[in-house]
């Protein structure tokens, strides 16, 4: 495996702009998360794919935000509008269905937004 | 879903042996114990799970209280690279929420040399 891949590492963008990261999961696995981690505290949950399907998406996750997963393999969050409280890592993981409650997450190194 | 509370912070000696605690006395019969660290500027990484057993893997060794109210994270020989934020997350085996990891603030842990 060659783990889970984001990309950018950074980005700082001004107040009102646009931005996309992208997560390239580990090859075969269907289910793919993103979190979003602010300072001191530990990530939180914002949405849930399994293969091209959104299945969960948490009040986190406000309308300025979409998160897509075209083909089933890599996916791409959008922040429209940015806001300086969107500056925060916002990380991937990816997994394999193991019977669920022992399926573990591989996360990504997690894309770092500034927002001036 | 159910919570889990977690000391802040943690020290420890290097090649030492470490016991994270954590207590959720409202663990339902279905929810499994995981473990994950988060190195500084890194994801997190699964360190081990189980459900009523204790468990040993090549990371760490897991210890669960017979009422399954609490349970013990178990480093046995403590290095540098071991600090970290241990976050402990109780997972539910079925329903809507199977997806998702709740990580709290977790235990800051500092290993000196």
């Known amino acids: 495996d060659t783990g889970v891949s984001q990309n950018p590492r950074h980005k700082i963008t001004k107040r009102g702009q646009n931005v996309t990261f992208r997560c390239d999961p580990i090859s075969e696995h269907n289910r793919l998360y993103w979190y979003r981690q602010t300072l001191g505290q530990g990530p939180e949950f914002l949405t849930y794919f399994q293969n091209e399907a959104q299945l969960e998406k948490s009040r986190l996750l406000s309308d300025r935000f979409s998160a897509e997963r075209p083909k089933g393999s890599f996916s791409t969050l959008e922040i429209q509008r940015t806001e300086q409280g969107d500056s925060a890592m916002y990380l991937c993981?990816?997994?394999?269905?193991?019977?669920?409650?022992?399926?573990?997450?591989?996360f990504g190194p997690g894309t770092r937004l500034l927002v001036l | 879903d159910a919570k889990t509370t977690q000391p802040n912070s943690m020290e420890s000696n290097e090649e030492e042996p470490v016991h994270l605690p954590c207590n959720h006395s409202t663990i339902s019969g279905t929810d499994y114990i995981h473990w994950y660290r988060q190195l500084p500027s890194q994801g997190p990484e699964y360190v081990i799970h189980g459900l009523t057993s204790n468990v040993n893997n090549r990371m760490a060794s897991l210890a669960i209280a017979e009422d399954r109210k609490s349970s013990t994270l178990i480093l046995h020989r403590a290095t540098l690279r071991d600090a970290a934020v241990y976050y402990c997350i109780l997972r539910p085996d079925r329903g809507s929420t199977l997806g998702r990891l709740y990580f709290g603030r977790g235990t800051q842990l500092t290993v000196w040399p």
């Open positions: 993981a990816s997994s394999r269905p193991t019977g669920g409650y022992g399926e573990t997450q591989y």
